[in-house]
Every structure is written in structure tokens, then in C-alpha cells.
């Protein structure tokens, strides 16, 4: 079946580390996205990637690094610098950077403890 | 800056009670619009895309329509399996936003047997 695999699905951080989430997509699509959301908020752009081996930051990137070296895999690291990083986060991934729909994954849940 | 507002954050029925849910935006080059369901710790499902004013997609008991200045989500004779957040997204083609997939914050649809 195509789509979108993100692991893990919980994932418990100490304080201090980086932590790498991993997406998947066998959807042969050039774009991929990550995106984070709180309770009672929108999804929040961390950053996007419109083609093999570029990227460019969304609203909230700071404290967060991605790469992008397959068109497969887009994983995002959470860095020690991310001051609030308990969040859900969300993969997703389009045919084209610009009007084609996205389909997400089902998320990874991240909590600092 | 692109922005995305929904309108209402929640929403109660009763069953077979149909009812609109609201999504207007302001951005530079809309390259589409999407509707997205989510249920709660699971990734968005899409629902919808609208290109251009006047366009309308059905499915089901939900239908989408689109202006130039905003969408709706009108749900028809709802069931409770339709308790969802519904969310509104939209695709820039513009400037500095080129790419960006830009979020509402949703609203929250419950539906009482």
C-alpha cells in the first residue's frame, strides 16, 4: 500500500538530547513537509522540501534540522536548542511543492521528560 | 503573510442537524485550497480540493464551495461518526510563500445521537 510511515509513534526525549523522527514515503511525490501541533493550535510549518537535497524553513524551524538526501525519506531532528519540543508531529508529503494535496502520516507524539 | 481563519472553533449538533463550517483566507496566489478531517492523535485525512471561485466537490454528506475571499463546509443530515476537527489549508504560489501549505486552526465538530 502507498503512503506515509512515520516512527516512532510515542518517542520520550530526556532534556539535552536530539531526537530524529523518521518519514517514509512510497508515494513518489518531490514534496514533503513537517509540520507540529499543540493542543488548541493550528499546524505550525517546520520546514519543507520541494526536491532532493533542498529544504527551506517554515514558521517555527528554530531549534530543528532536516535533510533531505533520498526522495523517499525526509527525516526531521529535534535538537537540544528546541525549547518547548513536546508536541505531535506531522509528516506529509505532495506530487508537486504547489497546488496538489498533501497526505499525512499518522504522526509521532514526542515528550520531554 | 498568508493567513487562514476558521470559523467556528466548535460546533455541536444533533444528528441530521446540517449545518456550515467556515474557512476564509487572505493570501497572495492561492494554488488551491484543501479540506482535511482529523480525528483525535491521528494524522489529517484529506477531504477536498477547490481551485477557483465558484467550484464546488461533494462527497458523501459533506460538500465544499469556494469564493474568492473564503470557503465552507456544509454537512448535510451529520452522524455521529462525523465528529471530527475539520481543517482548512491553503497552497501559495507567491513571492516568498512559494510552497508554503498554510493551515487554519480548525474547528472542532461534535455530533450528538
Known amino acids: 500500500d502507498g503512503g506515509i510511515t512515520q516512527s516512532p509513534k510515542y518517542l520520550f526525549r530526556k532534556e539535552g538530547q536530539n531526537v530524529t523522527l523518521s518519514c517514509e514515503q512510497n508515494l513518489n511525490h518531490d514534496a514533503m513537509y513537517w509540520y507540529r501541533q499543540d493542543p488548541g493550535q493550528g499546524l505550525r510549518l517546520i520546514y519543507y522540501?520541494?526536491?532532493?537535497?533542498?529544504?527551506q524553513k517554515g514558521d517555527i524551524a528554530e531549534g530543528y534540522s532536516v535533510s533531505r538526501e533520498k526522495k523517499e525519506s525526509f527525516p526531521l531532528t529535534v535538537t537540544s536548542a528546541q525549547k518547548n519540543p513536546t508536541a505531535f508531529y506531522l509528516c506529509?508529503?505532495?506530487?508537486?511543492?504547489?497546488?496538489?494535496?498533501?497526505?499525512f502520516g499518522q504522526g509521532t507524539r514526542l515528550t520531554v521528560v | 503573510e498568508d493567513q487562514v481563519t476558521q470559523s467556528p472553533e466548535a460546533l455541536r449538533l444533533q444528528e441530521g442537524e446540517s449545518s456550515s463550517l467556515n474557512c476564509s483566507y487572505t493570501?497572495?496566489?492561492?494554488?488551491?485550497l484543501f479540506w482535511y478531517r482529523q480525528d483525535p492523535g491521528k494524522g489529517p485525512e484529506f477531504l477536498f480540493t477547490l481551485y477557483s471561485a465558484g467550484e464546488e466537490k461533494e462527497k458523501e454528506r459533506l460538500k465544499a464551495t469556494l469564493t474568492k475571499k473564503e470557503s465552507f463546509l456544509h454537512i448535510t443530515a451529520p452522524k455521529p461518526e462525523d465528529s471530527a476537527t475539520y481543517l482548512c489549508?491553503?497552497?501559495?504560489?507567491?513571492?516568498?510563500?512559494?510552497?508554503?501549505?498554510?493551515f487554519g486552526q480548525g474547528t472542532i465538530l461534535t455530533v450528538h445521537p
Open positions: 506529509a508529503s505532495s506530487v508537486r511543492v504547489s497546488g496538489t494535496e498533501a497526505f
Open positions: 489549508a491553503v497552497h501559495n504560489a507567491g513571492g516568498t510563500s512559494y510552497g508554503k501549505l498554510t
Open positions: 522540501s520541494q526536491i532532493v537535497n533542498d529544504f
Open positions: 493570501v497572495s496566489g492561492l494554488r488551491g
